[in-house]
């Protein structure tokens, strides 16, 4: 049975899928695209996304690794896709003049709420002060990142590395060659699918030490 959230969620989708500017299709998807402006720059968001997926689920179905995405449990009648679509329609909303950067924070904050009432870890992000780290969170649950992944994102963006990295990070990524990712996994996370990948166990003294600075 859907909570009311789900139902505002659901809501603001269909209401926003009315005020696409333009759709296309994608395959067998009716993609909806919002225009929005914020000074001179133009913003497109799309819903649904023509190719959402969830990367780490991606990386564990097609290599055999565990505990590398965060398998949250969403609000029944929620699926996943409609929570990112409904992330950056909310920042839609509020790069069109439509919405108050303090009813977006809001509106994220009931997001997450519900989400740690259902996944006590994620109780633990910290999103900073401003609406991008809550936006970044609901994302990021939507994509199925796992907490570290998110909070080291959270810590690191816009950067490629952490602040006084020392070349550390780029170490444990040679632990991985040949093995692409599309996101920024938390060192702990690249130890762990490096460790999958030689299908034993690899020393701590093996690893470059990390020094969080």
């Known amino acids: 049975m859907k909570d009311d959230l789900v139902r505002e969620i659901h809501g603001v989708l269909d209401a926003y899928i009315e005020k696409a500017n333009y759709v296309y299709c994608h395959k067998d998807t009716v993609c909806h695209v919002l225009l929005s402006c914020e000074g001179s720059t133009e913003f497109r968001t799309t819903y649904p996304r ?3 997926h969830q990367p780490p689920v991606d990386l564990e179905r097609e290599h055999g690794f565990r505990g590398i995405a965060g398998n ?5 009648g929620l699926k996943a ?6 992330g950056e329609i909310l ?3 509020a790069q069109a003049g439509e919405l108050s950067v303090e009813a977006m924070n809001e ?13 006590p870890q994620l109780a ?6 401003d609406w991008l780290g809550r936006y970044n969170i609901v ?16 810590d690191t963006f816009p950067d490629i ?4 990295d020392q070349g550390q990070y780029t170490k444990l990524w040679e632990n991985i060659r040949g093995l692409p990712l599309v996101w920024m996994p938390a060192p702990d996370t690249l130890i762990s699918i490096a460790t999958q990948m030689q299908g034993k166990v690899i020393e701590q003294k093996q690893l470059p030490k990390w020094n969080a600075g």
């Open 91 to 93: 920042r839609h909303a």
């Open 107 to 119: 509106k994220f904050d009931e997001v997450l709420l519900s989400l740690a009432a259902r996944n």
């Open 72 to 76: 949250y449990k969403l609000p029944e």
């Open 124 to 129: 633990k992000l910290d999103p900073g002060s």
């Open 139 to 154: 994302l990021g649950v939507a994509s199925d990142f796992n907490v570290k992944d998110i909070q080291f994102f959270l």
């Open 81 to 86: 896709s409609e929570l990112q679509g409904y």
């Open 50 to 52: 023509p190719h959402f």
């Open 161 to 164: 590395a952490p602040k006084g």
